[in-house]
């Protein structure tokens, strides 16, 4: 019978010429990776324009002389290529961190089907991993899953071309332990889905994701149907497989997973609708100088006018191409702002640890997210010799810092850390007043007779003073007053490192202890654990359970560190007097603040005294 149809033998002619194409696809794709290895010798980029270039003019005009359209051979080549580019970035990226398995656990938002799931299920499918699956419900889940070693990696969307930034994952990225170690992009092409028997003249009710729903929301607004809300593009999907007169909104891809059919395509309200990944997983990874890389940091600069174009101004001066900036509110700081920024570096390359080293002069918080290959592969146009000069690589050679954050290696000149106008490491002598007494109370004397910083156990925030407090655990990390503007560490926890890596965390400033017969070397390490956490502002602390403030370690702490450091002068029963000619002693040699006590009353005003002699 089939051999009536005329159809047929052609048809069968194109299924063959398919295969064939398959195949020499495939083998492109192995010589491709051929290629990638001998660039690996030669240390060679992995894109190479001028050669692409080159290719497609040939294959432009190669196919006009077939009665092909110019258009059609370079559209198709693009992909070719792009295919091409990407596995030999994979192919370097697996060469230099090889430590992954054959198969990789995966949590994503949704179930089956979910644009999060096809967008991993492109990701690891290039690098030949194969997937085990874990939807889960929400976003908090997927970083929780992946920090607890239940997962591998973390696929989560972090943008999109038509609803803009996803703020959720931005807000959970703030408070992270894992990196950031890829990024991939897809292409979100929404339909509409009906279940097998459901009609669209029926349909009350359509179930989308909200972002799906701001995505369409042009579509949608002209149809008349309650719109609902789902949790991912899979629920939504399972909903409208088994309620009746509903629809969901959702991939092609994803319906046939759920058996719906597509009834219209390209819903979303811009033509070019595209989601970026990012892929978190709980080790950073290094990126080979052949492949082009992004280095995403997190950063809050100070809060003085002009503070961020600054930071700005370092990148620009370093030629460094910043590819997105985001801000979000920081939690528990109201008007307070935590920069997101890709900038298309290698973390490794000596621009970029330029950039890091100067950029850490002037926050008071930044950390690198994590620094990956980058997954946008724009097409070469023909003929067009600025491609030649690709500026997403920089080829520059890898320059690794060994020097810990706190040392005068990394930074010659002292750090300072500014709480409304008092500055530590600046030029005066900051005094910081203890007082067990009423915060109003304190606050009086403090504007009477002097001083800066008021370290208070209270939680009464109705003073005008920056206020300290002693921090001594998680918890009581977790539920500070969001007016506080020092934590200080004491002795006692300066070896409690999940304290100090949550201390790291905040855009407060910290001042650390040293611990109870501690070195040197150890409280200087203590202060690196928060400092690599992202938090540089951290000032240490000689306190006087030292019996006496050891002038021979605050010399050769000097030489050590740019953190300011303060001390508490002198035993508890040294006079006012002493304590503030220890200070005066202590400040000569690059002390840059003094804890003393404002409730003791050993002498009708001995803090009158202390500041009166301080300043004599
Ligand atoms: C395969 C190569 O690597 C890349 C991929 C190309 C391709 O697939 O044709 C061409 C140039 C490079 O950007 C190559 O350098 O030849």
Not at 57 to 72: A, P
């Amino acid at each position: 019978m089939q051999q009536d149809n005329p159809l047929e033998p052609i048809r069968q002619q194109i299924t063959a010429l398919d295969q064939q194409l398959l195949q020499l696809f495939a083998r492109r794709r192995e010589l491709s990776i051929e290629v990638a290895q001998t660039k690996a010798d030669a240390v060679s980029p992995v894109r190479d324009v001028d050669r692409e270039s080159a290719l497609l003019t040939r294959l432009v005009q190669q196919g006009r002389e077939l009665g092909l359209d110019g258009q059609y051979v370079s559209r198709l080549f693009h992909t070719i290529i792009e295919d091409s580019v990407l596995r030999q970035q994979a192919w370097f990226q697996e060469r230099i961190n090889p430590t992954h398995p054959e198969q990789v656990k995966v949590a994503y938002l949704g179930a089956k089907g979910s644009y999060s799931h096809i967008a991993a299920y492109h990701y690891f499918e290039r690098r030949d991993r194969k997937l085990v699956e874990m939807g889960l419900p929400n976003f908090d889940a997927i970083f929780t899953a992946v920090d607890e070693g239940q997962a591998d990696y973390g696929i989560l969307p972090v943008e999109n071309t038509s609803s803009g930034a996803i703020n959720e994952v931005f807000d959970l990225l703030q408070n992270t332990n894992l990196y950031i170690v890829g990024e991939t992009t897809e292409t979100i092409a929404h339909c509409l889905l009906l279940a097998d028997d459901a009609k669209r003249e029926q349909i009350t009710t359509v179930f989308a994701h909200p972002q799906v729903h701001a995505q369409c929301s042009g579509y949608l607004s002209k149809q008349g149907w309650d719109q609902q809300y789902c949790a991912s593009s899979a629920e939504a999907m399972t909903r409208a497989s088994s309620e009746p007169n509903t629809a969901a909104i959702g991939s092609a891809r994803g319906g046939s997973f759920y058996g719906l059919n597509v009834i219209e395509a390209n819903l979303a309200n811009q033509a070019r609708n595209e989601s970026r990944f990012i892929v978190v997983a709980r080790k950073s990874i290094s990126v080979p100088l052949q492949v082009p890389a992004k280095t995403t940091l997190l950063m809050a600069t100070s809060q003085q006018a002009g503070a961020l174009v600054d930071a700005l101004l370092i990148l620009k001066q370093l030629g460094l191409t910043m590819t997105k900036l985001e801000s979000r509110p920081i939690h528990g700081n109201p008007w307070e702002e935590m920069f997101y920024l890709d900038i298309a570096a290698n973390q490794e390359s000596q621009t970029m640890q330029d950039a890091l080293l100067q950029l850490r002069k002037i926050t008071r918080f930044i950390k690198v997210l994590g620094c990956y290959p980058s997954d946008t592969i724009l097409p070469t146009e023909l003929a067009a010799p600025a491609l030649a000069d690709d500026p997403r690589l920089t080829g520059t050679a890898a320059v690794q810092t060994s020097a810990p954050l706190y040392s005068r290696q990394l930074k010659p000149e002292n750090s300072q850390i500014n709480l409304n106008n008092c500055q530590f490491g600046g030029q005066q002598l900051q005094v910081i007043a203890a007082s067990n007494a009423a915060v109003t109370q304190a606050e009086v004397k403090i504007k009477e007779q002097g001083g800066h910083v008021l370290l208070t156990d209270s939680d009464d925030v109705a003073t005008t003073l920056p206020t300290a407090k002693v921090i001594s655990s998680e918890t009581q990390l977790a539920n500070i007053n969001s007016h506080l503007q020092l934590l200080l560490i004491e002795a006692a926890q300066m070896a409690n490192q999940q304290l100090l890596t949550q201390v790291g965390k905040q855009p407060r400033p910290v001042l650390l202890s040293r611990g109870y017969g501690a070195s040197l070397q150890q409280w200087l390490d203590a202060a690196e654990v928060i400092l690599q956490q992202g938090n540089q502002q951290v000032a240490l602390l000689a306190q006087r359970h030292q019996d006496i403030v050891d002038f021979h370690d605050l010399a050769e702490l000097q030489q050590l560190t740019h953190l300011p450091i303060v001390i508490e002068p002198g035993r508890a029963d040294d006079s006012a007097t002493t304590q503030a000619n220890l200070a005066k002693a202590a400040a000569s040699i690059g002390v840059s603040g003094v804890l003393v006590s404002l409730s003791e009353q050993r002498q009708p005003d001995d803090y009158a005294v202390f500041m009166k002699a301080l300043y004599a």
